[in-house]
């Protein structure tokens, strides 16, 4: 075969021809869709308002039933720490009216005046004569509880005789324990202060209930978060409890250094009574052994006495570090006027122990040497020197305590209105009331707007 020479052609191959078979004719065919009965279609519109209705219900309930529920629900709770604290803040009020009725001479609540003996001590020295050289005119001013505890010791000076005036078994008191009106109603104080005191706390816990659920309000617009927050009632109420903790405070130490100053004015009356008597007794023995036993014993009453003096210092102490730490608003003056009356009663005891017990002291020396030999003329005479510079140390310091008291008495009941007035807690708790009021309308407000429809109001 030449490789030059062209491929063989071949003719193209044609696809067999179909013959139709007249034995089966041409048929179309149509596909119509099933039909469906009335009961399923029912079915199923049924089961679609079912969903829907289910759908809707259930947004309903978790986007308007819910959240206004929840928010009733939290607001009635904030309401109901707001009422708890109001509650608070009228019994603090009605608490620190009292104290300001008692410390003013008032009963209780009535504004019926005591009848103030200046007797807080014994009830039997009123039948003494006072020194009207020292003391004046008789007419005593309305006291206040201090006062009236040492106003007695102004009476108890009737006598020249430093030794003869204290053997007086109804000044000394030593067997009178009846307390009076003003010790009494020291006592009620302290009682009203210490309830004030805790009511305070429950106040202050009431009050950040409050601004700690307002702050967790949940479903409250802001908006109407903003009105609540902006209600100034936050700043009265904390500056109301500040002041009425600092008075309560103030008036509970005061108050316990009104008994604890009666008791230790009973005991050191009783003291320089006991030590006056074994001096006299000592002066007035011929046997020299038992005039040296009552100087024992007068001296160691002396030194009790003395001891009772430091103690109403201290007592004074305690009550100006408490001025210092929580002193309540224009109280400077009545406080003053108090740690005045405490300091002037402490130098009093202070001066006549000192002088009882120098005096004591040269007796003592004087009967050891008489115990030994005869007192000369010259140890006689100091004797006798040491006796006379007694009564009149003694004289003095009886003028100027007396002097000073009559200055002092009387001022209390004024600086205590004064302070009272000035301070305006009594005032300022209507102010707390009115923004409390003011704050529980806007929650009463709120609470209203997200009422449910058809629902019981609850507070």
């Known amino acids: 075969m030449d490789p030059q020479a062209p491929p063989p052609q071949y003719p193209p191959v044609s696809p067999p021809t179909q013959v139709p ?18 009961k399923k279609l029912f079915l199923i519109i049924l089961a679609g308002l079912v969903i829907t209705l289910v759908t ?25 720490s707001v009422s708890d604290f109001k509650t608070s803040v009228s019994q603090i009020n009605s608490l620190l009216q009292d104290i300001s009725n008692l410390s003013l001479g008032k009963k209780g609540s009535d504004s019926t005046s005591l009848q103030v003996s200046g007797l807080a001590i014994h009830p039997q020295i009123a039948s003494l004569e006072q020194n ?15 006062e009236t505890d040492v106003s007695s010791l ?3 000076i009737i006598s020249e005789n430093p030794f003869k005036k204290h053997q007086n078994s109804k000044v000394a008191g030593a067997t009178t324990t009846s307390e009076s009106e003003s010790v009494i109603n020291s006592r009620k104080i302290k009682d009203d202060s210490s309830k004030a005191l805790d009511t305070v706390d429950s106040g202050t816990k009431n009050l950040k209930e409050v601004t700690a659920k307002t702050a967790n309000l949940k479903g409250v617009p802001n908006k109407s978060k903003a009105i609540l927050e902006n209600i100034t009632y936050k700043e ?68 009790k006495a003395n001891q009772l003096a430091q103690d109403i210092k201290s007592l004074g102490s305690t009550l100006e570090s ?30 006549e122990t000192e002088i009882l017990k120098k005096f004591s002291t040269t007796l003592d020396g004087s009967i050891t040497t008489a115990q030994q030999r005869p007192l000369s003329t010259d140890e006689v005479n100091t004797l006798s020197q040491a006796w006379n510079t007694a009564i009149s140390q003694e004289n003095l310091a009886d003028a100027n305590f007396t002097t000073e008291l009559t200055a002092l008495l009387g001022e209390e009941i004024n600086l205590a209105a004064s302070f009272w007035q000035d301070n305006g807690i009594l005032r300022l708790s209507t102010s707390v009331n009115g923004d409390i009021d003011t704050y529980q309308k806007a929650l009463n407000d709120l609470k209203t707007a997200n009422k449910i429809p058809f629902q019981k109001t609850t507070n």
């Open 21 to 38: 078979n007249p034995a089966s004719p041409a048929i179309n065919i149509v596909q119509e869709p099933p039909q469906k009965s009335p």
């Open 56 to 80: 809707a219900s259930t947004s309903v309930y978790f986007f308007y039933y819910l959240p206004r529920k929840n928010t009733t629900e939290n607001i009635s709770s904030v309401s109901k």
């Open 132 to 146: 009207t050289k020292v003391l004046g005119a008789k007419t005593s001013p309305q006291l206040g509880p201090i």
């Open 154 to 156: 102004k009476k108890m």
């Open 236 to 303: 009265s109420a904390n500056s109301y409890l500040e002041e009425a903790g600092k008075i309560s405070n103030y008036y509970n130490t005061l108050s316990s250094t009104t008994i604890a100053l009666d008791s230790k004015i009973r005991s050191y009356q009783a003291l320089i009574a006991e030590a006056s008597a074994e001096i006299g007794a000592a002066l007035t023995t011929k046997n020299l052994y038992d005039a040296k036993d009552a100087v024992g014993a007068a001296q160691i009453s002396l030194n």
């Open 322 to 351: 408490t001025g210092q730490t929580s002193m309540p608003n224009a109280a400077q003056k009545y406080q003053q006027h108090n740690l005045k009356v405490v300091s002037s009663v402490t130098d009093y005891f202070t001066s």
